[in-house]
């Protein structure tokens, strides 16, 4: 079972909110990692939007609107991403990373379709 | 405001030895707080982290398990950059290569370079 698990794909609408997930694996504690996310368009390489650990343990990316954000859902092990207000230019793929076992760890990524 | 610039060959031949080099600026290589990593990108395998060099008194490396046997990541102080070998490439090693350094995260990314490995 991998690492992150990441639904590969989301749809939504303008304007509306989409939380993507970042689950991980059964027998990593979410609540022990900082979740890292990005933001990827074709042809570019990733970019980084946020981290966050906890509401007092969470880093903005440079430039990053607040309209992204973090958080955690401990019943489900998982990270989330929720981009509010969403606006056409917000499609793309999106990745989460952690520090695992003395590595980075990348989750498959999601790939959000605005609709 | 730190860039980092990649370079090196697009096309490897299999057997031989891919070659890059991240060169910064903004930042030192060799500074207390900097940590330089390599990732690659392929749609069979996603975003793989590849390894980092960071200096904390002295230089010190980790690397992914999946490439150990054939990765060296070298800082050049001399020209404050750092480099990725990949020794004995195959095919498979065909990916977008990206350098980064790591903040929060893997914070700042180059701009990737496109490594075939084919003869």
């Known amino acids: 079972q991998a690492v992150l698990t990441q639904p590969s794909s989301l749809s939504a609408s303008p304007g509306a909110s989409a939380s993507l997930t970042c689950t991980l694996r059964s027998d990593i504690n979410v609540a022990a990692y900082g979740i890292s996310w990005y933001q990827q368009k074709p042809g570019s390489p990733p970019l980084f939007l946020l981290r966050?650990?906890?509401?007092?343990?969470?880093?903005?990316g440079s430039g990053v609107p607040s309209r992204f954000s973090g958080s955690k859902d401990a019943s489900a092990n998982a990270g989330i991403l929720l981009i509010s207000g969403l606006q056409s230019e917000d499609e793309a793929d999106y990745y989460c990373?952690?520090?695992?076992?003395?590595?980075?760890?990348f989750g498959g990524g999601t790939k959000l379709t605005v609709l | 405001q730190v860039q980092l610039q990649q370079s090196g060959p697009g096309l490897v031949k299999p057997s031989q030895t891919l070659s890059l080099t991240c060169a910064i600026s903004g930042d030192s290589v060799s500074s207390n707080s900097g940590t330089w990593n390599w990732i690659r990108q392929s749609p069979s395998r996603g975003l793989e982290w590849l390894g980092r060099?960071?200096?904390?008194?002295?230089?010190?490396?980790d690397y992914a398990i999946s490439v150990k046997s054939r990765i060296v990541i070298n800082p050049d102080t001399s020209k404050n950059q750092f480099s990725l070998q990949l020794n004995s490439a195959t095919p498979e090693d065909t990916a977008i290569y990206y350098c980064?350094?790591?903040?929060?995260?893997?914070?700042?990314w180059g701009q990737g370079t496109t490594v075939t490995v084919s003869s």
């Open positions: 966050y650990r906890s509401d007092s343990d969470k880093q903005q």
């Open positions: 990373l952690i520090w695992y076992s003395s590595a980075w760890v």
């Open positions: 980064a350094k790591e903040g929060y995260g893997l914070d700042l």
């Open positions: 060099t960071y200096y904390r008194s002295k230089w010190y490396n």
